[in-house]
C-alpha cells in the first residue's frame, strides 16, 4: 500500500543547537533534536500532483510545524530519509501522504476523510490526507489556514498531545488547534494553542514529549489520533 517512492529532498533546516558546553543554566535550554522522514504512496503522489508536488507539499509542511509546533515543545525538527541509515539519522517522526482510500484501508472507516497520528511509540507516524491538503473542507475559507491547522494539529499528536475538550461547546470566540476541526465545529475556526492546549503540551514535555530521551529501540505504537 505504502511504496518507497517519493522521497522528500535532503535536510535544508537551518536551525541548530545551542553549543555544548555552556554555562549549567543554559543547558536546560538546549532543544533537542527531532529527525522527521516524508514519503508519499503513489496515489498520492498522482492526487499531489506529481514527485515535484510531494517534495513542495513536504516542504510547505515541515515549514509549518518547524514555526509552529518546534518552539513550543523546545526541540527542532530536522529532516531525514527512511531509506539511507548509513548517512543520515533514523527518523523519529514518520510523515506520509496518503490517499482517503489509504487511510480508511488501514485505519478503518473512523478516519474517513481525515489524517491522523500516533500519540506514543517510536517511531511516531503523522498520516496527511492528500485529498484534503489540495482541497480543503468546505467550512475552511481558504487553503494555507487549513494546512496549518492539519499540520499543526497531527505534529502536536505526534508529541503525545491529546484533544481538547471545552466543557461548554460553542460560547468561546476562538477554538484550540487541538480541537479536531476537519469537520465543522461551532463555525469558527483556529490555529491557535490557548491555555489548555499548552498546559497539556507542557505536561507532555516533562514525560518525554517526542520521546527523544527514550532508548532508540522500535516502541509498539498503541493510540491513533485524527
Ligand atoms: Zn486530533
Request: hydrophobic fraction near 30%.
Amino acid at each position: 500500500m505504502i511504496c518507497n517512492c517519493g522521497a522528500a529532498s535532503s535536510t535544508t533546516t537551518p536551525h541548530h543547537s545551542l553549543q555544548a558546553g555552556g554555562k549549567p543554566n543554559q543547558r536546560k535550554m538546549v532543544r533537542r533534536t527531532v529527525y522527521v522522514a516524508f514519503r508519499a504512496s503513489r496515489d498520492a503522489r498522482r492526487e499531489l500532483g506529481g514527485g515535484g508536488a510531494v517534495r513542495e507539499a513536504s516542504r510547505e509542511y515541515f515549514s509549518i510545524v518547524s514555526t509552529y509546533v518546534a518552539p513550543t515543545f523546545m526541540v527542532w525538527f530536522r529532516r531525514t530519509t527512511t531509506n539511507d541509515r548509513t548517512r543520515g539519522r533514523a527518523p523519529d517522526i514518520h510523515v506520509h501522504w496518503l490517499t482517503n482510500d489509504a487511510i480508511t484501508q488501514k485505519l478503518g472507516l473512523t478516519f474517513d476523510g481525515l489524517s491522523a497520528a500516533t500519540l506514543s511509540g517510536h517511531p511516531r507516524y503523522v498520516f496527511i490526507n492528500t485529498r484534503n491538503w489540495m482541497q480543503p473542507p468546505s467550512h475552511w475559507r481558504n487553503v494555507s489556514d487549513y494546512r496549518r491547522y492539519v499540520a499543526v494539529h497531527e505534529m502536536t499528536h505526534a508529541g503525545g498531545v491529546g484533544h481538547v475538550t471545552r466543557s461548554s461547546p460553542c460560547t468561546t470566540d476562538t477554538l484550540d488547534v487541538m480541537e479536531p476541526q476537519t469537520k465543522p465545529v461551532c463555525g469558527r475556526l483556529s490555529s491557535k494553542y490557548t491555555l489548555k492546549s499548552l498546559a497539556l503540551i507542557s505536561r507532555q514535555k516533562k514525560l518525554g514529549g517526542f520521546l527523544r530521551d527514550l532508548p532508540s529501540k522500535k516502541m509498539p505504537n498503541t493510540q491513533m489520533h485524527y
